[in-house]
């Protein structure tokens, strides 16, 4: 098997540095070929200079802090690539990802594209773990689940700050971690029929009045909020 591995931290991980500034990477596109399977923690974290990263849809796992601050950066698989060479999908599959780290995707905030050109984040049948702060601040705006998904947990702040409208979470989960998808734009909300304890403030600020929740089911199993 092949796996981009885990660094130490953020200066480890950035190879051919500017001789002018060492802490300065000056990679600007980063394509990951199909066959990996796994991206190690603190990966590209910090490289803030990319602007494109291509995440093949080989990949299984992401480390924690994988591509943590990447704040300009557009994310793409290896579907759809055109004659320059980029994602012009408009969907990011993640759908063989098992397991996502806690901040791996945090402070990406580009990663949801733009209001004219939004990609949407797609989860697969085989999601098991997503960590605390993993898309906190990432931009997102439309993300789908697998309703099979063996999924329990909802890591805290996984999707805070973000600005997804619709959401439909896998059956399986049965906890919701606090502030989860604080600060979001809620208009539509599926809990899942397996859901018990849905943490503090884990949707607060998530429907603001010019974008008012008007779809919430909460299923008979939830005892606690």
């Known amino acids: 098997s092949l796996s981009i591995p885990d660094y130490d931290d953020m200066y480890t991980a950035i190879w051919w540095p500017n001789p002018s500034n060492p802490s300065a990477n000056i990679f600007l596109t980063v394509y990951i070929e199909d066959g990996v399977l796994g991206i190690g923690e603190n990966a590209f974290k910090g490289m803030s200079t990319l602007n494109y990263v291509q995440i093949p849809r080989s990949v299984k796992t992401i480390g924690a802090n994988a591509f943590s601050g990447v704040s300009g950066a557009r994310f793409g698989d290896d579907l759809d690539v055109d004659q320059n060479g980029q994602d012009d999908d ?119 009045a010019q974008k008012n929740l008007t779809n919430l089911v909460i299923p008979s199993n939830v005892k606690s909020i």
């Open 90 to 208: 408009t969907t990011l599959d993640l759908s063989n990802v098992t397991s996502i780290g806690e901040g791996a995707f945090q402070n990406c905030s580009s990663m949801g594209g733009s209001a004219t050109s939004p990609i949407t984040i797609q989860f697969g049948a085989n999601l098991s773990s997503i960590g605390e702060n993993a898309f906190n601040n990432a931009g997102l705006r439309t993300v789908t689940f697998n309703s099979n998904a063996p999924i329990k947990e909802i890591g805290d702040s996984a999707f805070a700050s973000n600005q997804i409208s619709n959401l439909a979470l896998p059956d399986n989960v049965k906890t919701i971690g606090a502030s989860a998808f604080y600060n979001n734009i809620l208009t539509s909300l599926t809990l899942p029929k397996n859901l018990v304890t849905i943490e503090d403030r884990a949707f607060y600020r998530s429907s603001p």
